[in-house]
């Protein structure tokens, strides 16, 4: 049994709620203890079991954006300064995040001032750990997830807060990063999300306008900001997954997730789709080699077959370059 089927088994086995945490082990092959660890995540959030279940035989792809907030200290001037780590007054912290299960339309986010009562907290920065032990749940759930600048920027934070809290590490994923993707392969004037949006899609609306002021009154727990940047963040989302789905199909490095589906059909490396037509009369060719070429009907990918067409006698007269 696959570390990510035990979990899909214990969950339906408890919502279904005729098998003991006990019994749930039992039959998912896990300690008690791992299978407690598990499902207490759960017990007190039933809405979120159904954001981390997907249909059968598909990967778990998540869209996700982090907002978080700057850190406060002391320095002596504007330009070319050094600042030295006791000069900070507070460090950055998480401010919310808003996420997307790939092809399902319901936003799942999180912030410092949800549930603040629940929590007895004297500030909201204070509820901190509840916002990450949220997102830790959905990306350990993940097989793939998406983030813009993600490699470099939110991967790294949230990793930094899983270490705070004292989270293990999630269990595998694979990343994609659209701006490694549009900085790779075209040279369009600005690879900010928010103009990449408008130049792939025919929607004028792009990110929600942001100042300077908005993260300001975060950090000073105002609740209409913090209720601005939630919906400023959940927006980036829809904005995240149209720039996505309009460069996917240009990605060389996507994970191959045709692996993650449980049959054996031939399927697209970047959608999973199997609706492949091939195309005729051309060829991939390397220095020793061709191979037949295939299209992805869903999201255009053009992909080879791992096959060569050459006979062994055409392999064998080839010479190679001094």
């Given at each position: 049994?696959?570390?990510?089927?035990?979990?899909?088994?214990?969950?339906?086995?408890?919502?279904?709620?005729?098998?003991?945490?006990?019994?749930?082990?039992?039959?998912?092959?896990?300690?008690?203890?791992?299978?407690?660890?598990?499902?207490?995540?759960?017990?007190?959030?039933?809405?979120?079991?159904?954001?981390?279940?997907?249909?059968?035989?598909?990967?778990?792809?998540?869209?996700?954006?982090?907002?978080?907030?700057?850190?406060?200290?002391?320095?002596?001037?504007?330009?070319?300064?050094?600042?030295?780590?006791?000069?900070?007054?507070?460090?950055?912290?998480?401010?919310?995040?808003?996420?997307?299960?790939?092809?399902?339309?319901?936003?799942?986010?999180?912030?410092?001032?949800n549930e603040f009562d629940k929590f007895?907290?004297?500030?909201?920065?204070?509820?901190?750990?509840?916002?990450?032990?949220?997102?830790?749940?959905?990306?350990?759930?993940?097989?793939?997830?998406?983030?813009?600048?993600?490699?470099?920027?939110?991967?790294?934070?949230?990793?930094?807060?899983?270490?705070?809290?004292?989270?293990?590490?999630?269990?595998?994923?694979?990343?994609?990063?659209?701006?490694?993707?549009?900085?790779?392969?075209?040279?369009?004037?600005?690879?900010?999300?928010?103009?990449?949006?408008?130049?792939?899609?025919?929607?004028?609306?792009?990110?929600?306008?942001?100042?300077?002021?908005?993260?300001?009154?975060?950090?000073?727990?105002?609740?209409?900001?913090?209720?601005?940047?939630?919906?400023?963040?959940?927006?980036?989302?829809?904005?995240?997954?149209?720039?996505?789905?309009?460069?996917?199909?240009?990605?060389?490095?996507?994970?191959?997730?045709?692996?993650?589906?449980?049959?054996?059909?031939?399927?697209?490396?970047?959608?999973?789709?199997?609706?492949?037509?091939?195309?005729?009369?051309?060829?991939y060719q390397t220095t020793l080699s061709?191979?037949?070429?295939?299209?992805?009907?869903?999201?255009?990918?053009?992909?080879?077959?791992?096959?060569?067409?050459?006979?062994?006698?055409?392999?064998?007269?080839?010479?190679?370059?001094?």
């Amino acid at each position: 049994m696959s570390k990510k089927q035990w979990k899909k088994d214990a969950l339906a086995m408890m919502i279904e709620g005729e098998t003991s945490w006990r019994q749930i082990a039992i039959n998912v092959s896990k300690p008690k203890s791992t299978v407690s660890d598990y499902l207490r995540k759960f017990k007190d959030d039933p809405e979120f079991i159904q954001e981390v279940i997907t249909p059968e035989n598909k990967p778990k792809i998540l869209l996700y954006d982090l907002e978080t907030s700057m850190i406060l200290g002391y320095f002596w001037s504007l330009w070319k300064q050094n600042i030295n780590i006791n000069a900070i007054v507070e460090d950055w912290y998480v401010i919310c995040w808003s996420a997307k299960w790939l092809g399902t339309d319901k936003i799942i986010n999180c912030s410092v001032h949800n549930e603040f009562d629940k929590f007895h907290v004297n500030r909201f920065r204070d509820n901190e750990r509840y916002v990450i032990e949220r997102l830790w749940q959905l990306i350990d759930e993940a097989d793939v997830i998406i983030a813009y600048n993600g490699k470099s920027f939110d991967r790294k934070k949230m990793n930094a807060k899983f270490l705070e809290y004292g989270l293990s590490e999630p269990s595998p994923y694979k990343i994609i990063d659209p701006m490694l993707i549009c900085k790779s392969k075209f040279a369009i004037t600005s690879n900010k999300m928010d103009f990449i949006s408008k130049y792939v899609s025919d929607i004028e609306e792009g990110k929600i306008g942001t100042n300077l002021q908005l993260w300001l009154d975060c950090m000073n727990d105002d609740v209409d900001a913090l209720d601005d940047m939630q919906s400023y963040c959940d927006e980036d989302i829809n904005v995240l997954e149209r720039v996505y789905l309009a460069v996917r199909n240009w990605d060389s490095y996507a994970p191959n997730l045709a692996l993650l589906y449980e049959d054996s059909r031939p399927r697209c490396n970047g959608c999973g789709s199997d609706d492949l037509s091939p195309i005729e009369n051309k060829h991939y060719q390397t220095t020793l080699s061709k191979f037949p070429l295939v299209k992805c009907n869903s999201c255009g990918k053009i992909l080879r077959s791992r096959t060569t067409t050459l006979t062994k006698e055409k392999r064998e007269s080839l010479l190679m370059n001094t």
